[in-house]
């Protein structure tokens, strides 16, 4: 890009006249000197800013590596997966087991007690395995085993062990079936893929954000360089018409109109400093460190792209639909709220389950001698634990039971309330996603419209400093012939600055947009074509 066409050491260098002609051939000499090395100027400014040389890639490396967003939502995305674990452990299979042992002196008045004090000694096992199923189904096997002695003299088994084996089932209709029981896990696992989707999108934003102000800090350095190159030659402008005041070439009024914008020019300089410091900060902020040593800013190594590949606008937003990461949350988010809301409505339903259980029990012991009334009685039961184990499990001595459990809610309002509560939820987040549809579409072809026209807007961009650079180049050589002011000259290097600041603008707002374009498609835009230059 072209640069200033005149420096403040070519104007301090030219001495008070003796003669138009002399003016003339130095103004000849000056203008010659600029037109042959334009940007001269401009690169010795810049490299005379301060501050510590940063490329694009070191700041994005250091975004994702630092940026709290991306550690949020990655926190987030691990949450969801706990949630989710947590959820789907509501189906796995149960082991359970417990065991009592208990003592006790029962005193009886009862001749048939067999024991003026009956002195009790009991152990109670019980074990098994349950689970419940998606459909709500509830299943257990169960074991219980007793061991049973007492000081009674009636008692025929010394000790006794009683055995019971049970397969139970509930089956919910209503309440509690199918998506009443699974609808928590399903919504949990479209949250998981939500999260997924927040985090991925997270460092795509992250990786915007911090390109952006990239090039934000790029411009600035610009401004800041040709404002300090505006201020240099305000100064020697003021130089040399203090110069000519003295040689009796100009008015006072020169010397008046010189100094009030060098001094603009100063406060010009301090604002942009003050502006290059503040995006400095704002970039250490998202990449989460600060300038080296004594460093107080940082500087852009790199160069702005300047040509990117353009696709359909129709075809641009369609694909930003299809890939868009938030987009994708909140569907995601939506088919959580819907599996919820679908979850609910059967619970808002009575309860009515059918339940039922079969098995066996099974009797074992050492026999003992009973005595009643003079006679000896023993029974033919004998045998260990083992021994009522296999009668049970065989169903020797066989159990069965059926039911069926009604429970009806006077007024249904709870199980109402949550399923029109949760419908709600549904409708809202359905609503969100539209609305970010629409938004993404209006980004998508805002960003495209910026895209589509960048090659004219740097074009007249360049066409600016050009026309610029005649001005200023035409303007030297009035002055060196004394037929414009100081002030004039001024002024029409203070147009070409804005100049090249407009294309410095104009080239970050270029890459800036293409930078939203990627965090828009999710990272599938394409990659810049060529790059800018200075």
Sequence with gaps: MAGLFFSSA???????????????????????????????????????????????????????????????????????????????????????????????????????????VLRIRQTVASGGARVTLPLGTELSATLDATRYESNSSFD??????????????????LRGFGPGAWGERAATGREVEAAKARYDDAVMAARAAVEQTYWDLYAAERDLAVQRLIRDQAGALLEQAVLRNKAGLVGPNQVANARVFYAEQVQAVIDR????????????????????????????????????????????????????NDLKARERAVAAARSRWTGARWNAYPQLDVFGSMGGNGLAGRPQDVVFNGQTFRTNVSGGFGDAFAQARDRKF????????????????????????????????????IAARRSLSDRVRAGHRELVYASRRLEAARAGVAASQEQVRIGIVEYANGRTTAFELVRLGADLASAQQRYSQALVRTAKAAAELRLLTSGDYPSPAGTGGN
């Design 10 to 116: 070519a104007l301090a260098a030219d001495a008070p006249p003796t003669s138009p002609s002399g003016e003339g051939v130095k103004g000849a000499a000056i203008a010659a000197a600029i037109t042959a090395n334009p940007d001269s100027a401009l690169a010795q400014s810049l490299a005379a800013i301060e501050g510590t040389p940063l490329t694009l890639g070191e700041a994005v490396q250091a975004t994702l590596e630092g940026s709290t967003d991306v550690r949020s939502a990655e926190a987030a995305y691990r949450a969801a997966r706990g949630a989710a674990r947590r959820e789907r452990g509501a189906f796995d299979p149960e082991l359970f087991a417990s065991t009592t042992w208990s003592e006790a002196d029962e005193p009886s008045a009862s001749f048939f007690a067999g024991a003026s």
């Design 156 to 173: 025929a088994l010394k000790p006794q062990y009683d055995a019971a084996t049970t397969l139970s089932l509930r089956q919910p209709l």
């Design 273 to 324: 400093e003050e502006s290059l410091d503040k995006t400095s900060d704002q970039l250490a902020s998202i990449i989460g460190r600060r300038p080296a040593g004594e460093a107080t800013r940082y500087r852009p190594a790199d160069e702005p792209p300047s040509d990117f590949p353009i696709a359909p606008e129709d075809s641009l937003v369609a694909h930003a639909v299809s890939r868009n």
């Design 398 to 433: 066989p159990t069965w039971s059926a039911g069926v459990e009604v429970s009806i809610p006077i007024g249904f309002r709870e199980g109402a309330g949550e399923r029109d509560r949760l419908h709600a939820e549904t409708d809202r987040a359905e609503q969100d996603l």
